[in-house]
Every structure is written in structure tokens, then in C-alpha cells.
């Protein structure tokens, strides 16, 4: 097989675009500089446009789960009581960090593959007064399930005044976040999915709700304080020694998003589900989510007639192309394909022709070609430059 | 569109593996320092296995061109007579070297898109007794044929003693060359094309019978002059400055082709071009060469339905896609897939995917998927695993 090939389609970490490389590559400079300062200025205000808030969104050096960790130590309190609605692996890991402060948690349990329903959330809360912060996972990885986190807050609100926190790691950035107009309280998000980077950077935007609460809690912890990082970033510094090749592509992979136009890079990410989800429809192969919540950035399928292990690693051999397993339960029974970031139409397509080749080595009984036409059909109807 | 995202499937330059960039990148180092010769220690053996040499390869930096023009001014002298088969672009560019010494030139002209026939060859040289070198192409990337270069020394050698110089720069390391057992004076390539690198390089090699020539050629010029790369390689150096960075990369892209393992480098040329002619196959689509005479390394595709310039301009606007157009009297008759180096089957499969719809959109009625389901077919017909 050809060398040094592989084709990264797992819900991230997603492939790096070459400019982001090579602006990661820049000679490192002095992070107490003008230089980094200037970096930070220049990151700012389109990092903001991505997660809807005029409120700064704070950059932690840190993976995913430090940044939902920060949420949590900031905004709650030991002995607080909270509310997680679990619908997959990442709720499952809010509950745990919450575990982990002695929060008293409460769960609200959804099927994994369904989304939440916002007034099923509002129904619980009216038994449960005192809770004190709502958590939610926007885009569900696990399961690829997008849950309506757009409703919540104006669901609950009648009945409830926790804030609402919120895990975007695996769309923020692919797909549109309106943080200010949602009223949501604290969004976070991770650089390795819809960002276009290595793992290793966190943001977080918290509410002026949010900072009240912030702003009273007198045990933030330190690393993950983030009133420390939000004085900083006013002088456009950081608290601590900043990732700064990750900084470095960081502002180049905005620039990518913003050439392209936001609009349409969610347009991309909406165009690209359809097609991967018209191939297995085309194949009569079942998706585990319904239409109306499935994610733009990953597609969990749930094959009823063939070993999806066995395909993965079929395709790994055949084409070096990865994709995901289940987690949790649903290990072995699923597997998901990621189409987020630095990935486009073409590359779905030929994610598509190999897994119909793959299927077909490990004998399933499929007709070539027709999951590849389904989806070019929608990328005619549906594409950009129709 | 995504930003930053270009298919190059043109046939040369071609994509640069990943590890191949990043060697490139390593620190420059002396020149004249243990480190080069070491360099070109490791080189030197496998260059040898992809011509099928015992000989040298001397390397030149140069393009493919400066190569030809080696082999020129080395192995004939001015008023010398010389047969070039001239069945493409390149044929003709060996013409234009050759006067441009003041060579006396016949050539042998070959319908393009058709390979030459040996016998045709020798018949043409019993005319010609006085020619000292013949000029082949072995692949014409102008027309996507592939020359029986093999059968030339042994078809020729009863009628004509003449060197036989061949110019290799579109498929040696792609398709099998055996130097050495075919009786090739000199073979010539460049490092942009089945190499996997940059342009920057050439490789050139000479049998016992030419280095006779080329030490009795008083005038070899000064840079192009191969009897001091040879005495500088055989003490593992070079006569001027090498470029460094291609030789990383070069040392690095042999390594990915050992791996690999030649007989499977070439078997997948042979399969993607397989895969490519089918789908054109496939849609009705003619294709310039015929079945026998087509290269491993690049298809051209000669439309009779639709305009080839419009359907190339669609498809870099839509995908970011780049084929080749045509050259010469071709020009705006035919495009050309290059399918060689850094390339595998399933960007075969997307590059089909891509002009399937690109051809819907140029107002060519096809069927999708169908020629994405043909050249399936092949893969897993004749599929490395099968």
C-alpha cells in the first residue's frame, strides 16, 4: 500500500490544513512579547464571531476536558446541585467531573441516539428547584446526535434560573453557535475537531450571568481559574505560558474559516452530513440518529446485517482510512464517521467509495457506486454554487 | 469552498507525501561535510533498483529538462546525426536540444496518442547508417502513451549501433525500467513525477557503450557535464552545489518506495490506471490511447461530446481539481488525469467522483456513479489484498 497515506475520518482529531502546519511551525517566540500580545488581538474578535457572543472567549492550554472541567470548578460550587442531561459518552463525563467536586448531581437520562427534549429538561427542573446550572452537550459525539441546545434556556426559564453550560467540542465551529442570542451561560469547545488543529487548546465563554456567579465562587480552583484568564486576556496576555504554536494556527485556521465565509463553512458541514447520510440511506443501511437531530460533523451508523469492527479494520488495511467505533454501549455496534473541518464534499465522496468497497470485502451484498451517486445527487441539488 | 484545499492530478508535480515535506525541512547542512556524503551513500543503491541499473544515477539539480540536455551535449557531438522519435511534446523538445547543438536531426514521426513501433524504427535506420543516438520517449505525458522502449535495442541492433537515449521523466518509478537488461544507453528522469518530490532534480544514468561515447566527446559543456558527476559520486560528492533539501526529500521518498516494495509501486500505477480508464469506459468517455499502449502514469481522455477546457475550469472552481489540459496540437482537444507517485486508488476514486459530477454540470447527461462503480470493480478485481 502506498506510504505515508492515511485518510483521518474519526470526529476529530480531524485533519490539519497545510498552512496551519506551517504557520505552527513559525519560530517560537517570547510569550511575554508584543508579538504574542498582537496574536491574541488578532484572535479575539473572530474567535468571538464563532461562538455568537460579544463576550471574550477565553483560550486555556489544555484538551477538551480541561476546558468542561472549567466550567464546572468556576461556575458551580461544592455541595451546589446540578443537573446533567446525559445522552451519550461526553454527558456521561460532565457527571463524572461534577462527581469529582462532591456537586450533587442530578441526571437527566436520554436514549443514546435521541436528543433531548428542552420541555422534558423544563418538566424535570420544576421538581428540582435548586439546581443550580443545566448541563448539555450540543453536538452529542458519541452518538452524533445535535441536541436543540438553542431551546433551552428559553424552555426553562419559567421554571429556572441555572445557568446553562454548555459542551460544544466536537461542532462549534462547524456548525452555526449563537451563545448570546440562545442565552447561553458557558459554551466550550476544543481546538482538534471543527478548528482544523491538534488537540490542545480549549475556549470557553462564559455569560455576564455566568461571571456573577464566577465572580462570588470563591474556590476556582488555579490552573482553570477563569477570572485569571479573562483579566489577562484584557491585556491581551495569558495567565500562564500560552500554546503558542497552537496560538500560531490557531489564528491561521480562523483566517481559513473567515476566506471561506462562516456561513458557508456551516453550509459545507450541513451539505457533507446529507451526502454521508444519502450513501448509507442508498444502501438501506441504518443511521442511529433520526433526521431532524443528527449532526452536521459526525454520523453514527448502526448496521443491523454486518460486523462494524470488522469493516474498520478492513478499511484501516485496505485504505489506511480511519473511522470511529462506539463508545460505551454502543461499542461494537456502531461506528461513526467524521466529516468536520478540514474536510469537504470530495473528501465524503471518496470516504464513500472506499467504505463501499470495504463493505463489499467483508460480503456484504451491496450494489458499487449507488451510495456514491446518492450523495452526488445531493451535492448537485444542494451545492454551493447551485 | 474550504480553503487551503487543492487535488493535483495533473501529471507532474505531484503531491508531496507528508514525511517528504517534513525532510525536506530538516536544517541545512555542509555541503562538502560527512553528512552528504552519507546522504548520498544512502540514495545511490536505491536509485539503482528503479532504473534497473548497475550503473550510476547521477543526480543534477536541474529539472527534467536539464537532464535531456545532459544526454544531448554528452553523447552526441555537434554534427553528429541523430534519430528522435518524436510522438508528443516531449519528442519535439528533444528535437529543439539537439538543434540547438547544431546535431543533424531526423526524426520519426508518430501519430500522437499512438506508440511507435520498433520495427518501424529499424526499418527507418537502415536508411540512416550514420546515426549515432536515437531519441524515445518512454511515457509521452503529452498523449498518456507508454513506448515500448524494451523492445527498441534488441529490435534496432541488427541495422544500427546507435546509443539509445531515453527520456523517462513521466513514469520511471512508477512503471517498471529495467535499464540494463533492455539495452538503454542512457535513461533520464526528473524528480516531480513518480518521484513523489518537488521539481528540482534529474537523474540520469549511462551504459558502459555510452560512457565510451561521452569520454571521447571532447565538448560536454561545464555544468551538464557528466563525467564530473560520476568521478564525484564515485567519492560520494558532487561537482557543485547539490540541493540539499530535495536530496532529504529524495532519500526519504525511496525509503516510502522500499517499503512499499517496487513490484507493489508499480502494480498500483498499473491499477490506477486501470481504475481511471474504465470510468471513463464507463461514461462512453474515448480515451486517446489505446488499451495496449496506455501509460501507468497519466490517462488522456479525448472528449467528443463536451468542452475539455470548460470541464477543467468547472472542476478546479468547484473542488479545487487540477487536471492537465492538452499541448501542442491537442490543445483544447484532450485533458489528462496523471495518476502517479504520491497517488493511491482511492484518490483515483474520488478524482472520478469529482468529474462525474463536474461533467453533469458542464451539461453532459451521464449517469453518477457509474464510472466510480466500474473502476470499483477493477480495485477489487485486481486489488492488492485479492
Chains 1, 2 share one sequence.
Not at 443501511?285 to 443528527?294: K, S, V
Request: net charge negative.
Amino acid at each position: 500500500m502506498l506510504q505515508d497515506q492515511h485518510y483521518l475520518r474519526i470526529p476529530g482529531p480531524t485533519p490539519i490544513p497545510p498552512s496551519v502546519q506551517r504557520a505552527m511551525a513559525q519560530p517560537m517566540i517570547g510569550h511575554r512579547g508584543d508579538e504574542t500580545s498582537e496574536l491574541l488581538l488578532s484572535i479575539k474578535p473572530m474567535l468571538k464571531k464563532v461562538f455568537g457572543t460579544k463576550q471574550d472567549v477565553l483560550i486555556i492550554a489544555g484538551s477538551g476536558t480541561s476546558g468542561l472541567e472549567a466550567a464546572v470548578v468556576n461556575a458551580v460550587k461544592p455541595l451546589d446541585e446540578v443537573l446533567v442531561i446525559v445522552s451519550g459518552a461526553f454527558g456521561e463525563r460532565f457527571v463524572k467531573i461534577c462527581k469529582a467536586y462532591g456537586i450533587k448531581v442530578h441526571t437527566y437520562d436520554v436514549e443514546w441516539g435521541k436528543a433531548f427534549d428542552p420541555e422534558d429538561v423544563r418538566d424535570f427542573l420544576q421538581y428540582f428547584p435548586m439546581v443550580k446550572a443545566v448541563f448539555a452537550t450540543y453536538c452529542e459525539t458519541s452518538t452524533g446526535v445535535m441536541n436543540p441546545v438553542d431551546q433551552l434556556a428559553k424552555t426553562i426559564k419559567e421554571v429556572s434560573d441555572a445557568l446553562i453550560i454548555v459542551d460544544g467540542v466536537s461542532c462549534v465551529g462547524g456548525v452555526e453557535t449563537k451563545m448570546d442570542e440562545w442565552d447561553v451561560d458557558m459554551m466550550v469547545t476544543g481546538s482538534q475537531k471543527a478548528f482544523m488543529l491538534p488537540a490542545g487548546l480549549t475556549f470557553i465563554a462564559a455569560s455576564n450571568r455566568a461571571w456573577a456567579v464566577i465572580d462570588s465562587n470563591p474556590n476556582r480552583g488555579f490552573y482553570l481559574d477563569l477570572k485569571k484568564y479573562k483579566e489577562n486576556l484584557d491585556k491581551n496576555t495569558t495567565p500562564f505560558t500560552p500554546a503558542l504554536s497552537l496560538l500560531f494556527g490557531l489564528e491561521d485556521a480562523l483566517k481559513l474559516m473567515e476566506a471561506e465565509g462562516l456561513t458557508q463553512v456551516y453550509a459545507r458541514h450541513a451539505l457533507m452530513k446529507e451526502m454521508t447520510r444519502a450513501a448509507f440511506r442508498a444502501h438501506d443501511i441504518p443511521l442511529l440518529a433520526d433526521e431532524e437531530n443528527a449532526s452536521d460533523t459526525v454520523t453514527a451508523v448502526q448496521p443491523e446485517d454486518f460486523d462494524a469492527e470488522l469493516l474498520r479494520k478492513v478499511l484501516k488495511q485496505e485504505f489506511g482510512l480511519s473511522v470511529a467505533g462506539g463508545q460505551g454501549h454502543l461499542k461494537g455496534q456502531i461506528f461513526r464517521v467524521g466529516h468536520m473541518g478540514y474536510c469537504s464534499p470530495a473528501d465524503v465522496l471518496q470516504t464513500i467509495s472506499m467504505m463501499e468497497i470495504g463493505l463489499l470485502k467483508i460480503g456484504k451484498k451491496i450494489e458499487l457506486g449507488k451510495g456514491i451517486a446518492a450523495a452526488q445527487q445531493i451535492y448537485l441539488a444542494k451545492g454551493e454554487d447551485n
